[in-house]
């Protein structure tokens, strides 16, 4: 009897890592979600989980790919499956790339740092913020893999030409310009919250850092945040003094950003090139008649206008319009392998997101980053075997239906 017992009760292994055996729990990205929840204090969390006004907008790009069904084939042989595609003339394993993302050590020491060495190891584009926290070189030091530079196009328009020449010279592929920052959307989160970079401390974060003792810890040991590229130009613009985002956006982006700045820096870099956060197939036309190779059908989250269209339900007529001259990307609600699979039918080249990393990041560093894009392979994989696709170049319309 006792020997029956031993076989039938098998005790798992105790793990003291208390991240590890955390992320050993989670099951998918809104795991994730909630781990980060737990970890950070509550606005660091608001203002990586938020967005604009009654948040609608984030919650229309992250719904809507509930609309569209699978058309599932069955009875093929998917004995061998292979996710990988070509973007931007690369090859990557996966249709999907890192989003930009500003202030990412409010989340991990790490930051950017901890981002672009996971995404090297799994081969996929990382994009780094001209609001990042870590610099172009440092992130460079750290990754050999497909890293892309994204830009803010400020008033000093000397500084700006200035981080393109120094992505350029680090080994920066892609050179990616957001459009849809004409002012800061209104954030109510952080205005609740009051949110600034790096965080200033009242009764309210020295309680809210009790109750997160490891953050608590970790940030205090690190060196301060601060935006890294433009470190040492201003105590007002490198995050060295702690800033609001509503004015510190409103004195340093420039507003009168238009199609003739683009094609400037499109003629100035070298490398593929990118628009990110078009929300009208109008502009994506403009976009591809200058010479586009790509277009980031984005909403910024949802963090700008709640009042913009998801990205997903754009897409089919923007590749219409657009398909012949750029790729397209969309950018944003991406939770699910599933959903990338989805986007790639509707005729995606591939899929960006941030929110996804970064909970991984605010869950467990550098190791929830790895859980996060794991989760989002895996799920891509699975996909295609349930519904009968070996390669994502067989993806299309045919595979899908309205829900």
């Not at 992250?62 to 690369?90: A, E, H, W, Y």
């Not at 394993?93 to 190891?121: M, N, Y």
């Amino acid at each position: 009897m006792l020997e029956n017992l031993r076989e039938s009760m098998r005790f798992r292994s105790i793990t003291l890592d208390t991240v590890a055996r955390k992320l050993d729990r989670a099951a998918n990205i809104d795991d994730l979600r909630l781990l980060a929840k737990s970890n950070l204090p509550r606005g660091v969390f608001d203002y990586i989980d938020g967005a604009a006004e009654d948040e609608e907008a984030l919650a229309r790009s992250i719904r809507v790919f509930d609309q569209v069904l699978f058309r599932p084939r069955v009875m093929r042989d998917m004995t061998t499956v292979d996710t990988s595609t070509t973007l931007l003339g690369k090859k990557i394993p996966l249709p999907f790339a890192l989003s930009p993302t500003g202030f990412t050590r409010i989340a991990d020491p790490q930051g950017e740092l901890a981002v672009a060495k996971v995404a090297a190891a799994r081969g996929l584009p990382y994009t780094l913020s001209t609001m990042g926290t870590r610099s172009i070189e440092e992130v460079a030091a750290v990754s050999d893999g497909p890293k892309w530079f994204q830009v803010y196009v400020w008033k000093d328009r000397g500084l700006v030409k200035e981080m393109i020449g120094r992505a350029e010279a680090a080994g920066y592929e892609t050179l990616v310009i957001t459009v849809d920052f004409a002012t800061l959307g209104r954030r109510e989160r952080d205005v609740r919250s009051g949110f600034t970079l790096p965080p200033k401390l009242g009764l309210d974060t020295i309680f809210d850092g009790i109750r997160h003792p490891r953050w608590t810890w970790e940030f205090a040991r690190s060196e301060p945040i601060r935006f890294a590229n433009v470190s040492g130009t201003s105590d007002d613009r490198d995050g060295t003094n702690a800033v609001a985002l509503a004015p510190f956006v409103a004195e340093q982006l420039d507003p009168s950003l238009s199609w003739t700045d683009v094609e400037e820096f499109r003629a100035m870099w070298p490398g593929s090139f990118m628009v990110k956060g078009v929300q009208d197939v109008e502009d994506a036309k403009i976009a591809a008649d200058i010479g586009c190779d790509a277009v980031a059908l984005s909403n910024h989250g949802g963090r700008q206008l709640d009042a913009s269209p998801a990205p997903f339900e754009l897409l089919p007529e923007t590749v219409d319009a657009i398909g012949d001259k750029s790729e397209v990307l969309v950018d944003g609600g991406i939770r699910r392998g599933a959903d990338i699979a989805k986007a790639v039918a509707l005729g995606a080249t591939a899929c960006m997101g941030g929110r996804a990393y970064l909970y991984g990041l605010g869950a467990g560093g550098e190791r929830g980053v790895d859980k996060a894009l794991g989760f989002l392979h895996d799920e891509f994989e699975r996909t295609l075997k349930l519904i009968g696709a070996s390669t994502v170049g067989e993806l299309g319309p045919d595979w899908i239906r309205p829900a």
